[in-house]
């Protein structure tokens, strides 16, 4: 069955700072999708990125970038220069392709990110 | 502008109360989903639809059940059942059938009972 972890619960940044979010996720499935979204205090979750297991090319969008790295099974997040305004709980999540997990979100538990101005 | 809408925002009700969750979305999606969320744990799937009439059970589905008669509509009741109700509520759509597809969440129902 698929899993998603995300082991950082909460962690705390003065504005500025660069922070990193980890994502580890477990599957038997070859291909899959990887997803990343973030959930402001207003509770609306929000879309930010998605990857397919058969692209390993790294993505920068602005102040956020992704790695992606298959050999150990991760796909964590880089916020650069970080502004209040990221304050927010971060989910990362898998779907499969074809197994019982397809058409499915698994989600982690998220990561509750608060910068610090 | 097209979304989804989940309606109320905040809804209270007594211990042995049934109670209905409204979803409605305009953005032509094939699948909805409802997801609970609570403090530390995540969202965990409820049910989904992929089309009308039909529907799965996700990975906590007793206590609840859904319809899908329209497209855009996909309710979730919480019945009496349901041991412990009190949870932020989240309702989704995705375009076609692909795993590929984002989900677009609406904005959640904080569910409290009394």
């Known amino acids: 069955a698929q899993k998603v972890t995300q082991a950082q619960t909460e962690i705390s940044v003065v504005e500025k700072e660069d922070v990193t979010l980890d994502c580890v996720y477990e599957?038997?499935?070859?291909?899959?999708?990887l997803f990343w979204y973030k959930q402001p205090p207003s509770g609306e979750l929000v879309f930010l990125i998605r990857?397919?297991?058969?692209?390993?090319q790294n993505e920068i969008s602005g102040r956020y970038s992704w790695n992606f790295q298959k050999s150990t099974s991760s796909f964590n997040f880089t916020i650069t220069a970080s502004q209040v305004v990221d304050s927010a709980v971060y989910f990362c999540?898998?779907?499969?392709?074809?197994?019982?997990?397809?058409?499915?979100?698994?989600f982690g538990k998220g990561t509750k990110l608060s910068v610090i101005p | 502008d097209g979304g989804i809408t989940q309606s109320p925002k905040y809804l209270f009700r007594k211990e042995g109360q049934n109670v209905t969750l409204s979803c409605e979305q305009n953005?032509?999606?094939?699948?909805m989903y409802w997801y609970r969320q609570d403090p530390g744990q995540g969202l965990r799937l409820i049910y989904y639809s992929q089309i009308v009439n039909d529907f799965q059970k996700g990975d906590i589905a007793e206590g609840y059940s859904v319809s899908r008669e329209k497209k855009e509509s996909f309710p979730l009741t919480v019945t009496s059942a349901q041991k412990n109700p009190t949870a932020f509520y989240l309702c989704?759509?995705?375009?076609?059938?692909?795993?590929?597809?984002?989900?677009?969440f609406g904005p959640g129902t904080r569910l409290t009972v009394l």
């Open positions: 599957t038997r499935d070859t291909t899959y999708y």
């Open positions: 999540a898998l779907s499969e392709a074809q197994g019982a997990g397809s058409y499915q979100l698994t």
């Open positions: 989704a759509s995705t375009q076609g059938l692909s795993s590929y597809n984002e989900q677009f």
């Open positions: 953005l032509n999606h094939d699948a």
């Open positions: 990857r397919n297991s058969f692209d390993e």
